[in-house]
Nanobody
Framework: QVRLVESGGGLVQAGGSLRLSCVVS????????LGWFRQAPGKEREFVAK????????AYVDSVKGRFTISRDNAKNTVYLQMNSLKPEDTAVYYC???????????????WGQGTQVTVSS
């Protein structure tokens, strides 16, 4: 079984930073694309960021570009999302995602974590 466990969420003031982590087990981590999604209350889940398996290519939704950075450590089977200059509109449950194809306009991962809450106060 593939399992993804997120951590690092919490409450932060607007303008602050958080670093989310996601440890993946049960899969071939090093050859799989990874991503982060988020879901705010009453809204559908949206794509935030993705990273390729080996090339280090990354992509972001426009609303977080320049503020968020996705990275991965294959030795630790971990993907990170560094979030800087946080805004209240970033408040959501953040989910890490595993698998799927990086090289597509709409990233559709095969596996999901349970999510970690990020709350940004104004």
């Amino acid at each position: 079984q593939v399992r993804l466990v997120e951590s690092g969420g919490g409450l932060v003031q607007a303008g602050g930073s958080l670093r989310l982590s996601c440890v993946v087990s049960g899969g071939t981590f090093s050859i799989s694309a990874l991503g982060w999604f988020r879901q705010a209350p009453g809204k559908e889940r949206e794509f935030v960021a993705k990273i390729s398996a080996n090339s280090g290519l990354t992509a972001y939704v426009d609303s977080v570009k320049g503020r968020f950075t996705i990275s991965r450590d294959n030795a630790k089977n971990t993907v990170y999302l560094q979030m800087n200059s946080l805004k209240p509109e970033d408040t959501a449950v953040y989910y890490c995602a595993f698998g799927g194809t990086y090289y597509t306009a709409n990233y559709e991962p095969a596996y999901w974590g349970q999510g970690t809450q990020v709350t940004v106060s104004s």
